[in-house]
């Protein structure tokens, strides 16, 4: 890197926008997708809004990550940004949900880039002793683009149009194109690695089919027991066995798997992943909850969701303390308990539960999670050499996502069963029908022209519904415990010049 050539200020000042925009994305969107489905429809297709940005996002990630190791960072990170822009473009504009699907997907191809080129930028530009603050710097970003996405989405959706949740994109990014265009230069010696197509290609189809196959089994078209369903099945476990020969024989892996044979290492994985699944839960249903069963605007929703954005950025805070003090076991299981704690309270929400204590129970929540950003982040590093480091942290990420994009789909199937049948049992087979889709509860217009015992009943299956699949993650932070007990006594290491940090830990460290 010629520093002389590099304007560093323009520089960061890309790279956070290009994160801003990448993150944002991942919560700005779900205040206003009960909105999207009044005028779109198809709520049978509502998780996968959200699941197909995560899918991409994944799946893009290390491929984008090793495209800029071979031909360069800038380029990769403004491409992976003009696509990230075009995706959101075409989401403004789509006219149906499928349409809105496919072009999310298109989003998360180009938002896979934008986190890890900027780290890796980030490691280019800055010297060791630097590293560390600029991390904080767009950790920081990250958070609050987490904090606020909500809330923006709400105001947006309510006060101007849903489509400019996607075109507020533009602008920012048109600025985070311009500052890396003239203030970032490179060497063009770059590290050269081999791309692993086949485990890219396997990793997807092994979780499309697996997705596709929850989704689609049990409908009035696809039987449990039908061929298409067995097939996917079939697929996905093809796919992933492939998937798994694959990362043992190639040099540069997107999975290493050696690190799995620590212990330590397993189980941080692991609980990412789960609590992945538990986040994603309660940012994608409460704003339907919100919506639809109270029958408030997206703007209520964002305010109920913005309390818990705001504890989980507190409670990551409270960790770094925490983790000088206490083994990382001890940090993640007051964060198991108060997360199983709020998953029960959520399992008792009905039509008549204040929405103040909604909002408090989503205090809880990300209170529960925050503290998991930072403990995971390094019990996932202890014990490894140096050379694995970049790897554990990427994996970590991975993890989470696809708990995210998995935890999104099987959740929605469940909340879909339980709500279907709430609903034929509170209405005769030809009203059940006018309900199937819980379109009518989220437009006021036709909510108000309902007579109100009919609302009443509807309401009462939709809470019912997103009631029970808190009740389900109760299961999900039970196993979180298990993985949490498996932590052992391991604490962080405080000293960095210790031999031992760069030396593998034992299995059971």
Known sequence: MDHKQTKINWVVAGLLLGMFVGALDQTIVSTAMPTVITELGGFEHYVWVFSAYMI???????????????YGRKLFFQLGLVIF???????GIA????????????????GGALMPIAFAVIFDIFPPEKRGKMNGLFGAVFGLSSVFGPALGAYITDYIDWRWVFYINLPIGAVALALMHFGYREKASLRKQKIDWTGATSLVVAILSFMFAIELAGSDTFAWGSWQIIGLFVLFAASFLLFIATERKVSDPIVELKLFKSR????????????????????????????GVYGESASAAGQTLTPMMLAVVASSMLGGPLINKMSYRSIMLISTIILAVSMALLGTMTVDTPRWTVTLYMVFVGLGIGVNFVVLNISVLHGLPGQY??????????????????GVTVLGVLQKVNYKSGIEASFPPDQAAQFSDPKALLIPQVREALPQEVVQSATKALAGSISYLFLISILITVVGFVFVMLLGRARMELSSGDPKTMEPGPIGH
């Open 95 to 110: 006219g149906s949900m499928t349409e809105l699907i496919v072009y999310r997907a298109v989003q998360g191809i180009g």
């Open 389 to 406: 480091k970049g790897a554990a942290i990427s994996l970590i990420t991975f993890f989470r996502t696809i708990g995210s994009a998995l």
């Open 56 to 70: 991409a996002t994944v799946v893009a990630t290390p491929i984008f990550g090793k495209l800029s190791d071979l």
């Open 264 to 291: 330590l290492f397993t189980a941080s994985q692991a609980i990412g992943f789960l609590y992945g699944i538990i986040m994603v839960s309660g940012a994608t249903y409460i704003p339907l909850f919100i919506q």
């Open 85 to 91: 822009l075009v995706g959101s473009v075409l989401c």
